[in-house]
């Protein structure tokens, strides 16, 4: 009984932390230290530049994170901020 249990808690704890990484975004754009960065107003102006209505942007690990709507779609925008390439786009 008792090593059901424990099977049955390791189980449950790597459906979960399994899930929460899946649930996050892209994370690994850059090694730049964050010092050095360009400013998350430049990767904004790309995705405006792009047709995306910027809602809001933040940082995500070593990207940003810039959240834009087209065409009535969200969409989630991952910048590189050490040259504000496009690293990653997710449909919402």
Known sequence: ???IRVV????????GMGS???????KDCTKLDKASWKP?????AKAKALGYEVR????????????????GKL?????SPEDLSLKHTIAK
């Open 40 to 44: 998350a107003s430049e990767a904004e």
């Open 20 to 26: 929460a990484a899946m649930a996050d975004g892209f």
């Open 1 to 3: 009984m008792k090593v």
């Open 56 to 71: 809001r942007s933040k940082i995500e690990g070593s990207c940003y994170e810039v959240y834009g709507v087209k065409e």
């Open 8 to 15: 049955a808690i390791a189980l449950t704890v790597g459906m």
């Open 75 to 79: 969409y989630e925008l991952f910048y």
